[in-house]
């Protein structure tokens, strides 16, 4: 059985849709099928929570798409988990956020874990998703590196280097035992700072594409998938807003 998988970056461009699919393509197991895919229109960025909500209408289309497709899962392809709870109440199969499938990674690799955010403006929006998903005891810190978005494919040399003096001073200052990368633009490079610093370094796509492959998996197998009971039970169709 071939599994598809749909990773929607929510703000990309055509390059960042073929780094995510190139990056994917070196992780993704030989019976899944990845489609990367960014949205028609909307910001470049989702630092503010009225960017969110520009393109939460087209992210739920997508996802809903995907299922209709016959996908067996989907990524949300921002940190910021924008639109999760909203997927998950429109759809039956798994829909993955890369803040949450890391943060749960993070606590099986470790005691606690820090996070490396773009800008100080993150911080808040990261504390409250770590707050959601249960997770705020296990967190030793979220630093900023003092980079946007917009900036981090272009200035890679910039970023690598913030995320290496960050990563150190979380592990060093903070107690931190894992480093969570903040931001799926933050890809890539992992594996390279994990083996320098001598601590678990968690790639946010790598971590929520995997995450994604083993839910397609238990879903096409097993039918389980995220509970209709309470949470994610979906709008009734008889209202007509579906």
């Known amino acids: 059985m071939t599994l598809k ?23 993704k197991r030989d019976d899944v099928e990845p489609t990367v895919v960014h949205l028609a229109k909307g910001p470049e960025h989702l630092e503010y929570h009225f960017y969110e909500h520009l393109v939460m209408g087209d992210t739920l289309k997508e996802v809903r798409r995907a299922e209709k497709e016959g996908y067996q899962a989907a990524v949300i392809g921002c940190f910021y988990d924008p639109g999760l709870r909203e997927a998950r109440e429109l759809v039956s199969m798994p829909v993955v956020g890369p803040a949450e499938s890391t943060m749960l990674v993070a606590c099986s690799l470790g005691h606690k874990f820090s996070i490396l955010v773009g800008r100080r403006k993150w911080v808040a929006k990261m504390e409250d998703n770590a707050r959601m998903y249960g997770l705020s005891d296990r967190l030793a810190s979220i ?10 494919l272009p200035e890679h040399d910039r970023l690598l280097s913030s995320v290496r003096r960050e990563a150190a001073a979380a592990v060093e200052e903070d107690g931190a035992e894992v480093i969570v990368l903040g931001c799926t633009v933050e890809s890539g490079f992992s594996d390279q700072l994990s083996r320098e610093l001598k601590v678990p370094i968690i790639d946010p796509v790598v971590t929520s594409w995997k995450y994604a492959e083993m839910q397609a998996d238990i879903y096409a197998r097993l039918g389980i998938s995220h509970s209709k009971v309470g949470g994610y039970e979906r709008p009734p169709d008889e209202e007509g807003w579906l």
């Not at 461009?13 to 190139?22: G, L, Q, S, V």
């Not at 630093?143 to 981090?152: A, D, F, H, N, S």
Request: zero cysteines; a neutral charge.
């Open 5 to 27: 998988i749909l990773f929607i970056n929510p703000v990309g461009t055509d390059a960042y849709d073929a780094h995510i699919a190139t990056l994917l393509g070196r992780i």
């Open 143 to 152: 630093r900023p590196l003092g980079i946007k978005v917009v900036e981090m």
